[in-house]
């Protein structure tokens, strides 16, 4: 199993920018794709981004191409999700996921794919 640990949220104003980092237990953080999703208040929690096991493929929702980087850190045992241009709708509870797949595909959008969650950090940005 694997524990994750999200930080780096807070409070920014409309065009900031944040990084937010999750760390993982355990040895085995290589074999997981990595995966951030958000929830915002009454909605239900979306997918944001996802990065392969050795960090070469990413994947990203719609709603934050080009504004949003996700890469890892399989030394570290950290996966990252920089936020640049950052927008009001952009609040939301940030969470980290790891899936045990073999590779990186479309269903990686899925929340149901993903055996493990981070608590969440919370990012705000106001207008």
């Known amino acids: 199993q694997v524990q994750l640990v999200e930080s780096g949220g807070g409070l920014v104003q409309a065009g900031d920018s944040l990084r937010l980092s999750c760390a993982a237990s355990g040895p085995t953080f290589s074999t997981y794709v990595m995966g951030w999703f958000r929830q915002a208040p009454g909605m239900s929690r979306e997918f944001v981004a996802a990065i392969s096991r050795s960090g070469g493929t990413t994947y990203y929702d719609d709603s934050v191409e080009g504004r949003f980087t996700v890469s890892r850190d399989n030394a570290k045992n950290t996966v990252y999700l920089q936020m640049s241009s950052l927008k009001p709708e952009d609040t939301a509870v940030y969470y980290c996921?790891?899936?045990?797949?073999?590779?990186?595909?479309?269903?990686?959008?899925?929340?149901?794919?993903?055996?493990?969650w981070g608590q969440g950090t919370q990012v705000t940005v106001s207008s």
């Open positions: 996921a790891a899936a045990t797949m073999p590779s990186i595909t479309t269903d990686i959008s899925s929340r149901w794919r993903y055996n493990y």
